[in-house]
């Protein structure tokens, strides 16, 4: 069955050190990959994606991710972490155009000052 | 602007009642989904439909029902055989032939 699982479901991290948070997908064909951050009590917001343009994907506040096909591994990294950065993060995955869009477990960062 | 709307942001039903929730966009997008979000869980696909009049089970759609009348809106339905109704519930939505998805803020369910 198609799955995405991220390693860690709570990742703590100071605050100016580096994050990053683990996914892998269980395909061997190249899907479309997203990572998503929610805040409390609010819904989704897209932070990157990845659509074959580019294995290196650049996203919203610092965020970035490399696709490997090789490790079935999208993980995604920030250089330095804020304290606003704390959140939870997920990873989906879409296996075809308009198909389900499949979320992992998600992680939940925290930051210390 | 454009985007998604779920209400009410909080929902309490008493156990054995019907409850729907709203979803409506104005994105013109074709797809619409409402996914489940439980602690621990993630998010687990309930219901989503790729063009008017026609939807598909998720993962987890016993004791929920959807419409899809209009391009616009997709409300679900959680009927009183859902045994757990309490939890948070996101809608999102999506062009067919493209890939970004995008979620309303939630309605919080709580049966009492």
């Known amino acids: 069955a198609q799955s995405v699982t991220q390693l860690g479901s709570h990742v703590s991290v100071s605050e100016g050190a580096l994050v990053l948070l683990r996914c892998n997908y269980s395909s061997s064909v190249p899907p479309y990959l997203f990572w998503y951050v929610q805040y409390p009590n609010q819904g989704l917001q897209l932070l990157l994606k990845y659509t074959s343009a580019a294995t290196l994907v650049k996203g919203i506040n610092g965020f970035e991710a490399e696709f490997k096909k090789s490790e079935t591994s999208f993980h995604l990294t920030k250089p330095s972490a804020h304290m606003s950065d704390a959140a939870e993060y997920f990873c989906a995955v879409l296996y075809n155009q308009g198909g389900k869009l499949i979320f992992g477990q998600g992680t939940e960062l925290s930051v210390k000052p | 602007d454009g985007g998604i709307t779920q209400s009410p942001k909080y929902l309490f039903r008493k156990e054995g009642q019907n409850v729907t929730l709203s979803c409506e966009q104005n994105?013109?997008?074709?797809?619409m989904y409402w996914y489940r979000q439980d602690p621990g869980q993630g998010l687990r696909l309930i219901y989503y439909s790729q063009i008017v009049n026609d939807f598909q089970k998720g993962d987890i759609a016993e004791g929920y029902s959807v419409s899809r009348e209009k391009k616009e809106s997709f409300p679900l339905t959680v009927t009183s055989a859902q045994k757990n109704p309490t939890a948070f519930y996101l809608c999102?939505?999506?062009?067919?032939?493209?890939?970004?998805?995008?979620f309303g803020q939630g309605t919080r369910l709580t049966v009492v």
């Open positions: 999102a939505s999506s062009i067919v032939r493209d890939t970004e998805a995008f």
């Open positions: 994105l013109n997008h074709d797809a």
